[in-house]
């Protein structure tokens, strides 16, 4: 049996996932939680790396300006929940696709679509 090729890591794929969620149910310093954002945007250009930025709704409506950094630099965004519930369930599952969707028109190919 011959030996696969070992691929050099400009050939793997490394995926970072960001959860944006702020002070939603923390106690979180939304000033600190930008200024990471920057940091992680910062080092993923420096390094060449694309990732998910997983943002909960509320932050859409609320900081549009972070959205598109994040954007702009060549990342997914990506919804993680509308309200964040601490108690998580089914139930929240249609009002919270249906509240996600009025906040932007995401995935589109051209951003963010202000209504």
Not at 48 to 69: C, H, M, S, W
Request: aromatic share 10%; with cysteine; glycine share 6%.
């Amino acid at each position: 049996m011959s030996e696969q090729p070992r691929q050099s890591p400009a050939q793997s794929m490394v995926t970072f996932y960001h959860d944006i969620e702020q002070n939603l149910d923390s106690d979180a310093d939304v000033s600190q939680c930008r200024r990471m954002v920057e940091e992680f945007l910062n080092i993923e250009r420096d390094h060449g790396i694309r990732a998910t930025y997983n943002v909960v709704g509320k932050i859409f409506e609320q900081q549009p300006d972070l959205i598109e950094r994040i954007q702009q630099a060549g990342h997914e965004v990506a919804f993680h929940s509308y309200q964040h519930y601490s108690d998580w369930g089914p139930r929240y599952y249609a009002d919270e696709i249906k509240l996600c969707r009025q906040v932007t028109d995401l995935p589109s190919p051209g951003g963010i679509v202000k209504r």
